[in-house]
Antibody, heavy 115, light 108 residues
């Protein structure tokens, strides 16, 4: 059974870089697309970007200059970096496996941007 | 950017009722690459429908998706107590994937 678990700091200061890791178990990074999606408290879903296991990426244009998604196929790890964060980046961050839709989701991790 | 507009914002229904949720795109969604998710409070979303009309693995057949081009519909034929939740559509037909703002299905 595929399981995903996000991890990283729950609190990030404004202007700093948000870094999250998504650990995959019960499956392999290979041959799939992987995505990050976020949800501000009480609001809807926002697509951040995706990465193919070979490293090809595509990002939300509104975040493009600040976001980096990477994979480590040897460790079945997915990573997200978002630079120059502001309070507007406060959200629950989800990682997921893309298979014509996100068919497996992590439980999500709340990241708060505050000084 | 393809903007997805979901309506209504809130749907107040009773168990056993039929629910019809709409997702309208600002331009045609290539290959009907339209997905529906269900999200319950405090949980991650769950994939219901992919490519507009295909049920995901394990999804009950009371959930159905239809539509093409710019107009898509999610229908729940008979609401069960566990179906009261927020539903989102998402398109991946363009390189910039987008979500609708969600429809909340609440108990009347």
């Amino acid at each position: 059974q595929v399981q995903l678990q996000e991890s990283g700091p729950g609190l990030v200061k404004p202007s700093e870089t948000l870094s999250l890791t998504c650990t995959l178990s019960g499956g392999s990074i290979n041959n799939y697309y992987w995505t990050w999606i976020r949800q501000p408290p009480g609001k809807g879903l926002e697509w951040i970007g995706y990465i193919y296991y070979n490293g090809n990426t595509n990002y939300n244009p509104s975040l493009n200059s600040r976001v980096t998604i990477s994979v480590d196929t040897s460790k079945d790890l997915l990573s997200l970096r978002l630079s120059s964060v502001t309070a507007a980046d406060t959200a629950v961050y989800y990682c997921g496996r893309w298979n014509e839709g996100v068919d497996y989701w992590g439980r999500g991790t709340l990241v708060t941007v505050s000084s | 950017e393809i903007v997805l507009t979901q309506s209504p914002g809130t749907l107040s229904l009773s168990p056993g009722d039929r629910a019809t949720l709409s997702c309208r795109a600002s331009q045609s969604v290539r290959n009907n690459y339209l997905v529906w998710y269900q999200q319950k409070l405090g949980q991650a979303p769950r994939l219901l429908i992919y490519r507009a009309s295909n049920r995901a693995t394990g999804i009950p057949d009371r959930f159905s998706g239809s539509g093409s081009g710019t107009d898509f519909t999610l229908t729940i034929s008979r609401l069960e107590p566990e179906d009261f939740a927020v539903y989102y559509c998402q398109q991946h037909g363009s390189s910039f994937w987008t979500f609708g703002q969600g429809t909340k299905v609440e108990i009347k």
